[in-house]
């Protein structure tokens, strides 16, 4: 949001992990991918050793423990994991007007540090007056041009337009600013008919932030924003990653939105999350409402995530499917990439690595929150550290930096191992039990919705 002038960890354990895993997956039993399937509803029995998360209204098993992607300490922060570069891996998270913002865990500096940033975007009553007096301006020019000019309905529309903007300026001008609240963990600010508001939770530290459009514009002060942001909590309870509610209601990947009326009709969950045991894989859950498009119209993830911060990689090696799959009870694809290893003069492949991703969806059903759209991508992504040994460029202080130190050590389990693992947390996607009320299947409420 604008300014409202404007409206607006060794490779040793890596490899011992990685032997874990690929026992663990082994004595699973692996299927191909064409006999894949994932449960719409229904019961569900949990694997021996695996874990639940959920996000929006579904859940999902994975092998260890997550890292789920949270925003940094910054207002019009990405979802992302910590020490993972790479725009790749930025992801997002809407619910109805609401864009929504879950922190890295923060002391009460970094809180503060934020609070005051947000405030920031609030404009000061000089820089209303200078707006304000500009626009007064633009109105006095296109009154004299209408007036030489009676009979050009262009330049009357331009005229009506300009004295609507400095109406707006004058009205957001008197309803603008910092709410003033008693608890000093939590910040609202109004910004005409936005508002940004947000809290630190002492369960885990987090930061959590709001903004949209406000749902009513009353009362007329930045008292509208302090409202808002207590309707919001009322709703929305902190939760860790793996307590899985039973409840009908939405989940981020640190809160749930109660719906009790039915679930929300406009929502975007696009959150990265990666696994502790085998650092190297990363995966991306994208889920939206489905719209009735053309599969061959359908959207991609990006396909270069695996070879993202790559500088000599001998290409795609193969190519796998598209196959057909089932998730959520309806016919989806899944297809997958191996790349050759990833060598520079100054490593020569020591350890070899092998790169690759792949990726599943489902286009869902129009209407139905319980067949939503639905993307799972998995990338192995690489250290990358040998760009430390790497000549600088001149100009370029990054250039021999690793986009990715939290990766220093590790390499990624073979390909087949990662495919095992891919597709047994796909065949385990489900709406999550209780999701719905009274088992709706339907949007029926659309909270944050803008105010008129």
Partial sequence: MERCVHNRASLGASLRALAAIAIAVAALGGTRAAELSSEGSGKYAARSGWESICLGHVAMDVPSQVILGATPLKFDSAFQIEGIGGGDFWGELRYGGLNILESYPSDNAGFKQLKNEVNGKVSTPEEYRLSISSHREE?????????????????????????????ELIAGARVSGVAKLNDSKSFAIRSEKSFIGGFRDDLDKRVRVFDGPLTTLEPGSPKAAENELQRIRRQYVTRPPNSIP???????????????????????????????????????????????IDPKDRIKL????????????TGMTHRHGPHAVKILGMPGQMTAHEYGPI?????DCVPAEQAYDMEAEVLGEEGRADRPHLVLHMSAVLSDEYKSKLAPVSGNDNSNKPDHPALRGQVPPPYKVGREIFEQVLQSIRIRPGAFAN?????????????N
């Fill in 302 to 313: 990006p396909r270069t995530s695996a070879v993202y911060a790559m500088t000599n990689q």
């Fill in 439 to 451: 088992k709706a299947n339907g949007p029926a409420g659309d909270d944050g919705g803008k105010a």
């Fill in 343 to 347: 060598c520079s003069t100054s490593t």
């Fill in 246 to 292: 039973h409840s009908p209601g939405f989940c981020t990947g640190f809160g749930f939105i109660n719906e009790p009326a039915g679930p929300q009709s406009r929502f975007t969950v696009r959150i990265p999350f990666q696994l502790k045991q085998q650092p190297n894989l990363l995966f991306y859950v994208a889920i939206t409402p489905a719209e009735n």
């Fill in 139 to 167: 109105v006095a020019h296109w009154r004299e041009r209408v007036r030489k000019e009676p009979h050009s309905e262009f330049q009357k529309g331009i005229l009506k337009d300009e004295e609507a903007a400095l109406n």
